[in-house]
């Protein structure tokens, strides 16, 4: 994966200082957060919170501890929220994950928290934890979450949900329990002894619950611990509620944009084990140097420190920051011990004014060819500084190359990428997996849990003398350029394979009416001289008109167009679904990825190469109508899956008029368009009318918040929070006669099979009863729900509002899925 990364102090430790989110490459603190962390150095206290998503954790309470109390902050999130919705784009399933993923590190560059994962999968809304557990795998995820506690090490733990159904949602509900067991588990030496090897039983003091107070749910009470949140660092220049808020708004994905409170704010606790607080959450456990055998040195050298720092000379702090270094490094190993090296030396890198980085100027590098690297260091103090040597992909080379002051020195380094280096991936896609869990069981997972990316492709390590002292940095290569608009730009290396293959539809629906389709192949040559054919292995009931198509990309860069005519075999009859693959044949080897980048303004750009599969949908299928209005909402690929079966989408914009809206066969709402779409307000009206005049609409479902409109539809009904998360749950055909369940196509019960994720969400309620209901379903335990599709004959046309997860089903080719909804779309026989 491509990640342009926060390199705060344009070295590879953690970042130790503040941030503004989606910095990109090397920057450099100034006084106030070289003094800001200064202070920090001098506190050991680490707390850890626990819930369930990416936009669970409490950043106002995270930006408090990390930058007010300044212990050591992280956040363990059980998944990467690949389950949501998405309002700024049509990415779903492990797209979104990534997206997410980088909220999150936005989030937490601006709060101060770190980040965590396991790795279980968001596989959507879920009504318990038992089912969850059933996804996850119970074991699995709580040797993750044993894994970091015994990393992390910290003092408390604090969940964000209850451990029962007040969690409103499975794996809110999950992430409590596991929080509990974690706690437990990771200081018993007999649970998960595999992890031994690496690190140590830790026992946390306490395991708190942090009552919330929103939606229609209170779980705060004035007798329990509560601790004031509220305040001002004037080293940030900031409240910690303008922290929080601009933390919290970088969950974009999620619409959670929040303004700042500026006052006190009370967060409320439940001790649910260990000793309860009474002070502080921190009761009982000692958060100065006092806590390490011979650590009360160390800490009369940092309060020294802070007492003589000169913001206007940082430099004049090196030779006791040297002092500290050592004095740290002395003392007893320990995680603490550790961390704290790390950030004496983020402090001495600061105060020397030190800028160095390592860059290449080709963004992406393939396996088997070799390259150069550019290290550029400048010392901006007077202290004396010098390289002594450095090492690359295993190779030393020494030096000695004093960095007078202000002066720039740069060096050529040869990057050899070898054919066994991996291409750029996220660790936890790069292998098939289930619905509730990403495999990640390889010899170097366990290293890799926890993580939310990939370390860097290669990283220089760098051997100074720091006033004599020897010192090591941990660079990492990156790619720099300088773009017209914003300047220099740097994001990490992509190591790619010489070939990518990528097809233009990840779902090709073939059908009855049209029974032979174009598949489009793009590929594009990262290294000279690739020659050879483009091959495809069809799955039974399509067939291809030339297979083993001849390419020849003689330069770097060269691309080509292809493409495969595919077909259904003769006397096709029932619908199909299977997975096609394509491979570029080149020498003796084979190649089968493509590249796909992800780029949204508020994260850096995401860089992956999927499998160049695509997934064959035969059809047997009828449709009617050709000419389709779509009005926006948060994103979806449902015009494009519509685009399969022929018919022609267009968007419909504001200056649309009602003679605009006849042309059309039917019209089509978004998913959430009610809630996002202003366009709607005025529009409604014509909608309604639109109907009467005989067209059909289609409302996509919405969510009963901030619409747009009161009246979604002709006659009364309302948008609940029901759903149906079981994707296999039950059917009843309510109107087996009604025409939108016979015409054009007369569907069966078999239609609702192979659906993904869900059935639908946010179902209708206290319905008119002008509307006919289609369906009954409900999850197991549940009661049944009727309101997942309405619809009614409205003048001359027909109106339908249907929460069931046609977003999700179509793009991924669910044959029953486009049955039923090409009916919804259709007029009556009668008219047509």
Known sequence: MRRIVLLLLMIGFACQFEAKAQVYGPQQPDAAQIKFQMEKLGVLGRVLYLAAHPDDENTTLIAYLSKGKMYETAYLSCTRGDGGQNLIGSEQGSELGLIRTEELLGARSIDGGRQFFTTANDFGFSKSASETLDFWGHDRILANAVWVIRKFQPDIIITRFPADARAGHGHHWTSAILAREAYKAAADPGRFPQQLKYVKPWQAKRLLWNTFNFGHSNTTAADQFHIQTGGYNALLGKS???????SRSM????????????????????TIEGEAPKKSLMDGVLTSWDRIAGGHTTSELISQLNQQFNPSDPAGSISLLLHIYKQ??????????????????????????????????EPVLVKGTSTSALLRAVNHSPVAVTITGLSLNGQQQRLQQPLNEDEDFSHT????????????????????????????DRPDSLQLIGRPLNPPAYEVNLQLLVAGNEMTLNIPVLYRHTDEVKGELYQPLVITPPVTVNISDPVIVLSSQLSSKNLKVALKAFKEGQSGKLHIELPDGFEVAQNDLPFNLEKKGDSKDMVFTLTLKPGFKNSVNADASVSAISGNQSYDRGIQVIEHSHIPTITLFPLAITHLVGLDIKTTGKQIGYIEGAGD??????????????????????????????IITGIRAYNINPLLHSLQPKLLNYVKEGGVLVVQYNKNAKMVTDQLGPYPFTVTGDRVTEEDASVKFLLPQDPAMQYPNQLEKADFDGWIQERGLYFTGNVDEKYRKLFEMHDTGSPELDGSTILCNYGKGKYVYTALDFFRELPAGVPGAFRLFVNLLAKPAADQ
Not at 420 to 426: L, N
Request: aromatic fraction near 10%; hydrophobic fraction near 40%; charged fraction near 20%.
């Open 240 to 246: 910690y509620g303008a922290i929080a808020a601009a």
């Open 251 to 270: 969950h974009k994905s999620q619409g959670f944009g929040v303004a700042p409170y500026m006052g006190k704010r009370t967060e409320y606790f439940k």
């Open 328 to 361: 740290i490094k002395g003392l007893p190993e320990s995680v603490i011990q550790q961390e704290k090296l790390k950030e004496t030396k983020a402090l001495i890198v600061a105060c020397l004014g030190l800028f160095v980085d390592v860059t290449t100027s």
């Open 413 to 440: 380094i040869a990057l050899d990428i070898s054919e066994s280096q991996p291409i750029t991936e996220p660790y936890w896609l790069k292998q098939p997996h289930p619905t509730g869990y990403y495999n990640v």
């Open 637 to 666: 690929m449902v015009p494009a899956s519509l685009a399969q079966l022929g018919y022609q989408v267009s968007p419909i914009t504001a200056g649309s008029s009602e003679a605009e809206l006849a042309k059309f066969d039917a």
